[in-house]
């Protein structure tokens, strides 16, 4: 007799963004020149000063267990700074420092929800949302928003999809797959949605709020009406901000019952974040920020530049990203084309054939819950992004 597997994890795919990663990966290691604009990490250096942190860290001894929701020091970090600069006024007990925002979502939806229950995740959504719900036995249910009305969910939409069975809104601003961020007033016509119904919490994933462009203004959705903070469950980290992925640290500012919880559901998960790292993230969030201004100023003209390409693509659309490091880009015009002789069938096809054809890693829009598009990261240096959009252009003009 073989092991089966349970049913919990029968629903769940692997990461789409890690998958079209591993394709172009392969493909690099035959020798082939990729042009990788699949994966979601900047490609700067973590800075200095957060590396040295690190390196005083191990060398003074903080190589050990931690308390499993973080070392008391970054807790009170975090508390103040949401306290002081994100209007939330935050005990340190409330917040659980983790292996990653995607961890702390994790750690959020296995507090919070169960089978039986819905959760609301409008689509484009990132990648993981859908597939972490369902490891929890609940129900994600997808609202399709439009590109006319900029990819955001509308409260009449979100009302409408309210059941008595649904239990949180995930709400991602900025958002990875679009770059786009609601204004205040939107996400507080979403908060008076939400508070008119007793029993909806949020979880809003703001890992992307320092990375913005414009006018573009980031908001604590906790913050917006009274009340909403005992519902809300904010998600961040360093990984985008800090160019930290691999350093695996990210958080969460929940009610403290919430809080306690997935406290508990981590010591027994991971027993604690890597120590290292938290004295790391630590440095990040109370030391020099010169940095993080250089990478945006890099950021914003990578996005000037990529805006500026796709809108020479032949029949392809893209709304101007706000915020985080990604062009959404709309490309069903291109579908039931012959593109590097195939049939281009759906958003898959159209990043397969990218890929094999003009070297050019992207992912699928039906990652993101949205067929007909595909997804650009600008966290690439200049000149790949130059010789990738040469590329892509040949490839659609062929
Ligand atoms: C919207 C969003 N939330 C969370 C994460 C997870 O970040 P972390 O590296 O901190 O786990 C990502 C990473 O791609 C993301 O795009």
Not at 250 to 260: C, L, Q
Not at 360 to 389: I, N, Q
Request: with cysteine.
């Amino acid at each position: 007799m073989s092991l089966t597997l349970a049913e919990r994890v029968s629903a769940i795919a692997p990461s789409a963004t890690l998958a079209m990663a591993g394709a172009a990966k392969r493909l690099k290691a035959e020798g082939v020149d990729v042009f990788d604009f699949a994966l979601g990490e900047p490609d700067f250096k973590t800075p200095e000063n957060i590396q040295e942190a690190a390196l005083k860290a191990m060398r003074s001894g903080q190589t050990h267990y931690t308390p499993p929701s973080g070392i008391p020091e970054l807790r009170q970090a975090l508390a103040k700074m949401y306290s002081e600069t994100r209007g939330l006024p935050t005990q340190d007990v409330q917040v659980v420092v983790s292996n990653g925002a995607k961890h702390s979502i994790h750690n959020a939806l296995m507090a919070v929800c169960g089978p039986g229950d819905e959760v609301i995740i409008p689509a484009p959504y990132w990648v993981s949302y859908a597939d972490l719900v369902k490891l929890t036995g609940a129900t994600p249910v997808v609202l399709q928003t439009t590109e006319a009305n900029e990819f955001k969910l509308t409260p009449e939409q979100f009302l409408a999809a309210v059941t008595p069975r649904t239990k949180l809104l995930m709400i991602n601003s900025p958002s990875n797959p679009t770059g786009v961020v609601y204004t205040r007033a939107e996400l507080e016509a979403l908060a008076d949605a939400v508070l008119k119904s007793d029993q909806v919490g949020v979880l809003s994933d703001e890992i992307y709020e320092q990375l913005l462009y414009g006018d573009a203004e980031a908001t604590c959705f906790a913050t917006l009406r009274p009340g909403l903070a005992d519902r809300t469950i904010t998600i961040s980290g360093v990984s985008k901000t800090y160019a930290m992925t691999g350093w695996r640290i990210g958080w969460s500012i929940a009610p403290t019952p919430v809080a306690k919880f997935m406290g508990d559901i981590q010591s027994q998960e991971t027993s604690n974040p890597c120590s290292v790292s938290q004295w790391a993230a630590l440095e990040a969030i109370t030391g020099p920020q010169d940095s993080v201004v250089a990478m945006k100023s890099q950021f914003t003209k990578r996005r000037a530049y990529v805006l500026e390409r796709i809108a020479a693509l032949p029949d392809v659309t893209c709304i101007a990203p706000g915020g985080a490091f990604y062009a959404f880009m709309n490309i069903s015009a291109h579908l039931g084309r012959t593109l590097g002789g195939k049939v281009i069938g759906d958003s898959t096809e159209f990043c397969l054939t990218a890929l094999s054809s003009a070297h050019v890693a992207l992912v699928m829009g039906s990652a993101f819950g949205a067929e007909g598009y595909a997804r650009l990261s600008f966290a690439t240096d200049l000149t790949t992004l130059e010789r990738g959009f040469d590329a892509l252009e040949r490839f659609l003009r062929h």
